[in-house]
């Protein structure tokens, strides 16, 4: 049942644990190009940006919706500079991957999906290896419930990254939706075989799915 699903996470503070966990492996993907001042404002604005975007989720999880929506006002407020940003250098060089990733993103988290798709999917025409933009392209369909399409993406990432932790949880909130105890179980405890603690929200929550699909 979607009750038992979600557990006692709201949807909101589920979907801004898949966020938080895109946005902060293309910060550390667009942090290595030298694109000068205008793309190192764009990450600061997503570095922001993913401060109150985890605020916001930890306010979900206690019942705090008011402080939940205000952080994500805020949050989206960070984002929309950093879409200006990003649009700015790419006006420049279209063809930067780091950019178009970061848009991506951006896009993402202003629940902007269309362009959050074209944006990855255009970087993948770059670099279609890049198992990040695989696994954030697949955030974004689970956001939209395409879950297959998703859990394709999230294959995809896993198979040229078998460490990219984020996948992994990704593809055990796939297969929690789609009520695949036993494929769910195994994803997370993947993610947390290559956990680094990048988000301690999604840390968390690996550990609540895997004690309520365990029944502990």
Not at 33 to 57: I, P
Request: net charge negative; aromatic share 8%; proline share 2%.
């Amino acid at each position: 049942s979607e009750e038992y699903q979600m557990g006692r996470f709201s949807r909101l503070a589920e979907t801004l644990v898949v966020v938080a966990l895109a946005t902060l492996a293309l910060v550390a993907c667009g942090s290595e190009t030298d694109v000068g001042d205008t793309f190192a404002q764009g990450l600061e604005h997503m570095k922001q940006g993913n401060g109150y975007l985890r605020a916001s989720s930890e306010a979900a999880q206690s019942g705090d919706e008011e402080k939940a929506q205000a952080e994500y006002g805020k949050a989206t407020e960070e984002y929309e500079n950093a879409i200006a940003a990003f649009e700015q250098v790419l006006e420049q060089e279209p063809e930067n991957t780091s950019a178009l990733t970061n848009l991506g993103a951006a896009y993402y988290s202003t629940l902007k999906a269309e362009k959050a798709i074209d944006s990855y999917e255009k970087a993948l025409e770059l670099e279609p290896d890049d198992a990040g933009i695989h696994s954030n392209l697949a955030a974004v369909y689970v956001n939209q419930g395409l879950l297959d399409k998703g859990l394709q993406e999230y294959q995809t990432a896993t198979d040229l990254d078998p460490e990219l932790a984020e996948a992994h949880f990704g593809t055990g909130v796939v297969y929690v939706l789609k009520s695949e105890n036993g494929n769910a179980i195994a994803a997370f405890v993947k993610f947390q075989e290559y956990d680094q603690g990048q988000d301690p929200i999604a840390t968390f929550q690996a550990t609540e799915y895997l004690k309520q699909l365990r029944g502990e």
